[in-house]
């Protein structure tokens, strides 16, 4: 299975407000990146037109496109997914898969946060129990 | 990249007797690219009436202002604006539906206003399929105007939609605001006598490469090769940040209020810094001095002719006098804390309004525009030749005899006729608490926008691609008609229109002539109903690189006021018994009909006749006055008996099962007027209309013999749609 | 001098001038109290949090709001008996600083008004709320009649009940569903719920009952120029419909 990160090339105000909110909170947050992480069976050239088959995915004037390594978040990253599957949504090829949203945390001279204040980050904002996981 | 033409540079050129620098030659780029200076419109844009008794301003500034009514001793005034954003909701139609939104609203913000409600007119390809490009755009570009107007808590009163393979390749997003104004406090774009010395505020969010070359974008064919180029000009909505700048607004403008100070405002919309400071400072008869280095960037090392015409969204322009500036400062940088809302976001004096007229623009203390302002800001027009449309009435064969049983359940699952609320569900109707008749529960939509006042304003939009396959003439002068009758049709009084001209290539001389037949049909349609144009916008080009244009598409807003909102007709059949009345035209032709459409006929189009049109009117409105009017709806798409059908449907929802028996030869015609429910002995002069019916009290319709069950005509009517928008 | 209402507003806020209308209307004494007037909140006697959007619902709606200054002071006045009614966006606030339902502790949320299922996308209806509750379990409903039918509008995206089986057991058992979705009728069934809610919940209240979170308008659907079916001869102007609900606010204001 192959994990594919979704980010905007435009400006990301949700990353911005969310890495404000972070900071209220005394993490130590400079920037936050964000991208929506699909999962695809896939290689090669079959996971690039999969990809950039469905444009509720994936719009070349707005979207980048990174191919991750492994299914697992980055260093300074964590992905937030729900515990319920999801409902099938109709208008996207990829309704039904499952789907995380990433949050990745740079603290100052762009270097990613620690694994205890993303934790940190975690528990008091960027997830609530009550409906999703964190994997970090 | 600059799209000017080789004769404009030369005339560039002679006039500054020098090349210009590489930041004029972008700002003259986006000041005479079509979407900015209306250069092969605004000679025929100046036969449309725009002067009435109701009309505080008319076109020419960010919004027209029309006259509400009276409450507590104060004037109070609508403010009303209406554009396209076609194409960049091609490209990024979540964005770009939004920033349309976004820019209608600070339009209508920049008057000094309180923004009431938003309408939707939208145009888009066909989708039978789900999966493709044409659907993907018709969801996302609801979703984005959802997004968008939801957030900023601006109720969606009005709109339509149409799908059209016309549309495949370039569909229409355009977008109306309504704000709500004491007419004392109307704030201009320009500045007043005696600015002299007062500076430059920008507001809002920080500037960036996003949206530049946007005006001369809109102003382009759109060719799908191009799209990656075109991400320039793919602007970032931020409804959050809108939010917060639209009540920081309101807090300058009762401060404003409270000290009795002049101001101008003005939103940023095409041609950027540029285009907004000089068209302030200029038609005040002043001219300004900017420094571009104060600006507040989004990134580093963005070249001054970005900073200088970008079309970053959320931006707006104050040029205040000197002692009001640190208050203005402070509510949007302090008080509404703008720069913790969006990066970078703040209130920033750039510069200066100067005596002599010149436009100068400094970036790092080097000055790198310098021109006369009349120069800039000044008309230019583009004399293009176009092909003179005359359309004969085509004298087709009269509608065969229908099968009325089979057919009519087709018409109302045609995607032109069946019900949008799948769509609409999606926007916001009753934020803010003002909303009398919401999105899609009649024929317009209708807001208290006074609190505690019973003054009531209507909104309506038309446009029938039907119509504009055929003629577009015959249908801009349609949808004046259309747009007026739905707001007739829930009680409110006709006072203004607003238009936007959505058409192909004025390049080319077939195209331009349409577009040219259009404004002329909707000069005479608004001259003879005595109803002004106040705002307006024109979106040409909008033609695929196949080289097929869109159905040629005037699309009309009409403005109704109502004096007492106890006086709007309320939805639905109210009683058994009723006389149904066909108000107004009833020609037996089926010409743009949705009838034809599905038989394969092409039928004549009805005749307009304004006698019978006014005649109709005051119909309506006696039967409102004498309160007998009970529940009316315009005859449209899907004809007569899709009128009364909706009646007995909206009857049905609000819990009263009562049906119809219809009597008259035809009744899929489109031909127009009213189909109204008249009660008791009405003592009305019904001279010229007709009696088709009457109300029952078992949710049927008894079409000529024919029974067809409500709740299944309802079901039939009301799914469609939900394939599309779950 | 009648006790006074707070209706705090958040960078994002959109429904506060319908909120402090109808509580005036309603004969409360009820003032507008901007983010940048945080610290004055503490003065206040109750609390209505309005709809909208507060920081656009990044993150999670009601996420970053819960975190704000200004819900030190709402938290503070829950934890001290004081009335607290959020609406929408407010009851989404309250979720997320769970206080509402109140099963866990505070800004630690136990149940969530998540994404609208099965269709994930904003929806603006016309509803009922169905009291669910003995009136007097929640001191803002103590004045409405047993099963009393609220009309109101659901407008969001984010309005759907979740939570795990446990929580959700722990909902039922504590008596924190304080109102369902109805019809008219007051007869409940999936038809009537706009967005999936689990348990067909429109509104929780924790549980001392000073605390109510319901997720559709009744101050949309308020004055009698908002109803639909509105007779002839009503004065467009007067409250009625979901005006009873802020009645019943404002009346166990004035007898706490």
Same mark, same amino acid.
Not at chain 2, 37 to 40: A, H, L
Not at chain 2, 309 to 314: R, S
């Given at each position: 299975m192959r994990a594919v990160a979704i980010s905007l090339k435009i400006p990301d105000n949700t990353a911005f407000t969310a890495a404000v909110a972070l900071r209220r909170l005394? !993490?130590?947050?400079e920037r936050v990146e964000r991208s929506e992480i699909w999962f695809f069976e896939e290689e090669g050239s079959a996971l690039i037109e999969r990809i950039t088959a469905d444009e509720t995915i994936f719009n070349p004037n707005k979207h980048c496109v990174t191919l991750l390594d492994e299914a697992v978040p980055r260093s300074g990253e964590v992905w937030i997914e729900p515990l319920e599957p999801r409902h099938p949504d109709p208008? *996207? =090829?990829?309704?039904?898969g499952r789907r995380a949203t990433a949050w990745r945390l740079f603290g100052p001279n762009e270097a990613t946060l620690d694994r205890e204040s993303l934790g940190a980050a975690v528990e008091r904002l960027l997830c609530n129990p009550a409906i999703e996981r964190a994997v970090y | 990249m600059v799209n000017l033409r080789d004769e404009e540079l030369q005339r560039i050129a002679q006039q500054l007797g020098r090349d210009p620098s590489v930041v004029e030659l972008h700002a003259f780029d986006a000041a005479w690219s079509e979407h900015c200076?209306?250069?092969?419109s605004r000679r025929f844009l100046k036969n449309l009436p725009t002067s009435?008794?109701?009309? #505080?301003l008319g076109p020419g500034e960010d919004a027209g202002i029309l006259h509400l009514g009276t409450h507590d001793g104060e004037r109070y005034a609508v403010v009303v604006a209406h554009e396209s954003h076609n194409h960049p909701s091609q490209v990024v139609p979540f964005e770009g539906a939004a920033t349309g939104i976004g820019g209608i609203v600070r339009d209508v913000l920049c008057m000094g206003a309180e923004v009431v409600a938003v309408a939707d007119p939208l145009r888009f390809g066909?989708?039978?399929? %789900?999966? =493709?490009h044409q659907s993907h755009i018709a969801r996302a570009a609801v979703d984005g105007i959802g997004a968008y107007g939801n957030a900023i808590g601006v109720p969606n009163l009005a709109g339509d939609v149409y799908f059209e393979?016309?549309? +495949?390749e370039n569909c229409l997003v355009n977008v109306v605001a309504l704000g709500v104004v004491n007419e004392k406090d109307v704030i201009h774009s320009y500045v007043p006598k005696g600015a002299e010395g007062w500076q430059i505020v920008l507001v809002g969010k920080a500037t960036d490469p996003?949206?530049?070359g946007g005006a001369s974008f809109s102003s382009l064919t759109l060719d799908a090769r191009d799209a990656e180029l075109n991400k320039g000009a793919v602007q970032v909505p931020d409804p959050f940040l809108k939010n917060v700048l639209m009540r920081a607004s309101y807090r300058v403008f009762a401060l404003l209020r409270e000290r009795r100070i002049a101001a101008a405002f003005k939103d940023l919309g095409a041609g950027g810094i540029v285009g907004c400071s000089a068209e302030m400072t200029a038609h005040g008869g002043y001219g300004a001095q900017i420094e571009l280095s104060r600006v507040n960037v989004? @990134?580093?090392?963005?070249?001054p002719e970005v900073i200088a015409?970008?079309?970053?969204?959320?931006r707006m322009m104050w040029v205040a006098p000197l002692e009001f500036v640190p208050d203005l400062l402070r509510i949007y940088?302090?008080?509404?804390?703008l720069p913790e809302v969006a990066y970078n976001a703040r209130a920033v004096v750039i510069g200066e309004v100067t005596a002599q007229q010149r436009y100068v623009l400094q970036y790092r203390e080097r000055v790198v525009m310098d021109v006369e302002s009349e120069f800039l800001t000044g008309t230019i027009n583009d004399e293009l030749p176009y092909t003179e449309k005359i359309y004969h009435g085509v004298s087709a064969q009269e509608l065969p005899a229908v099968d009325i049983e089979g057919i009519f359940p087709r018409v109302l699952a045609h995607r032109d006729v069946c019900s949008r609320e799948p769509l609409y569900?999606?926007? $916001?109707?009753?934020?803010?608490?003002? *909303?009398? #008749?919401?999105?899609?529960?009649? +024929?317009a939509g209708v807001l208290?926008?006074?609190?505690?006042?019973?003054l009531g304003v209507a909104l309506a939009v038309a446009g029938n691609p039907r119509y504009g396959r055929i003629d577009p003439a015959y249908a801009a002068e349609q949808a004046v008609l259309e747009a007026m009758r739905r707001v007739v049709a829930v009680g409110a009084h006709p006072i203004g229109l607003t238009d936007c001209l959505n058409f192909g290539n004025p390049r080319k001389a077939e195209q331009y002539g349409e577009f040219v037949a259009a404004i002329e049909a909707l000069a005479r349609a608004a001259t003879e109903l005595d109803l002004p144009f106040v705002s307006g916008n024109v979106s040409l080009y909008n033609e695929a690189a196949t080289g097929r244009a869109i159905p040629p598409s005037a699309i009309v807003a009409c403005i109704g006021s109502i004096a007492?909102?106890?006086n709007v007709i309320t939805p639905?059949?109210?009683?058994?018994g009723s006389a149904l009345l066909w108000v107004g035209s009833r020609e037996l032709v089926g010409g743009g009909s949705v009838l034809a459409e599905l038989l394969g006929h092409k039928g004549t189009l009805p005749h307009i006749e304004y006698d019978a049109e006014r005649a109709a009117l005051a119909i309506v409105r006696d039967g409102i006055a004498r309160g007998v009017m009970r529940s009316c709806r315009v005859?449209?798409?899907?004809?007569m008996l899709t009128a009364v059908a909706r009646l007995a449907f909206d009857a049905l929802l609000a819990g009263r099962k009562l049906g119809a028996e219809i009597d008259f030869?035809?009744? #899929?015609?489109?031909?127009?007027?009213f189909v109204c429910e008249i009660g008791g002995?009405?003592?009305? $002069? @019904?001279?010229?209309? %007709?009696?088709i019916g009457t109300t029952i009290d078992t949710p049927e319709l008894v079409v000529n013999g024919t029974r067809f069950d409500v709740e299944r005509l309802y079901e039939t009517w009301s799914q469609p749609l939900a394939q599309l928008y779950p | 001098m009648s006790a006074r209402i707070a209706v705090p507003v958040f960078p994002?806020?959109?429904?506060?001038d319908e909120t402090l209308r109808l509580l005036r209307d309603c004969g409360g004494n009820a003032e507008l109290v901007h983010w940048s007037q945080a610290?004055?909140?503490?003065?206040?006697d109750a609390y209505v949090l309005a709809g909208g959007?507060?920081?656009?619902?990044?993150?999670?709606?009601g996420a970053i709001a819960a975190h704000d200054r200004m819900m030190d002071s709402v938290i503070e006045a829950a934890g001290s008996g004081k009335l607290v009614f959020g609406i929408c966006n407010g009851a989404q606030i309250l979720l997320e600083a769970g %206080?509402?339902?109140?099963?866990?502790? !505070?800004?630690?949320?136990?149940a969530a008004f998540t994404r609208n299922a099965p269709a994930p996308h904003f929806v603006c209806r016309h509803v009922y709320l169905k009291l669910?509750?003995?009136?007097?379990?929640c001191a803002i409903t103590a004045a409405l009649p047993e099963d009393a039918i609220v009309p109101a509008w659901a407008a969001h995206a984010e309005g759907r009940l979740a939570a795990t089986p446990e929580h959700l057991r722990e909902i039922v058992a504590g008596g924190h569903l304080a109102f369902t979705y109805a019809h008219s009728t007051g007869a409940v069934d999936?038809?009537?719920?706009?967005?999936?809610?689990a348990l067909g919940c429109a509104g929780l209240v924790n549980r001392a009952g000073n605390v109510l979170a319901i997720m559709p308008h009744p101050e949309r659907d308020a004055?009698?120029?908002?109803? #639909?079916?509105r007779r002839e001869g009503? $004065?467009?102007l007067a409250t009625s419909g979901g005006s009873v609900l802020f009645r019943s606010f404002v009346q166990a204001l004035a007898s706490s």
């Open positions: 005394g !993490i130590g947050v208008s *996207t =090829s990829s309704g039904e | 200076s209306y250069k092969s009435g008794s109701r009309v #505080l066909r989708c039978d399929d %789900l999966a =493709s393979h016309g549309f +495949d996003s949206g530049f989004a @990134v580093e090392g963005i070249a015409v970008g079309e970053t969204q959320e940088n302090e008080e509404f804390s569900r999606r926007y $916001d109707s009753v934020v803010r608490g003002r *909303t009398v #008749l919401p999105r899609g529960a009649a +024929d208290a926008p006074v609190p505690g006042s019973r007492d909102i106890a639905g059949f109210k009683a058994a005859v449209a798409d899907g004809g030869g035809n009744p #899929l015609c489109e031909a127009g007027g002995d009405s003592g009305m $002069d @019904v001279t010229g209309t %007709l009696q | 994002g806020t959109n429904s506060e610290s004055n909140l503490a003065h206040y959007f507060a920081y656009e619902d990044r993150i999670r709606a %206080l509402v339902p109140g099963t866990g502790s !505070i800004r630690r949320p136990t669910a509750i003995e009136p007097a379990r999936q038809a009537a719920i706009p967005n999936g809610s004055w009698n120029f908002n109803h #639909l079916d009503d $004065d467009v």
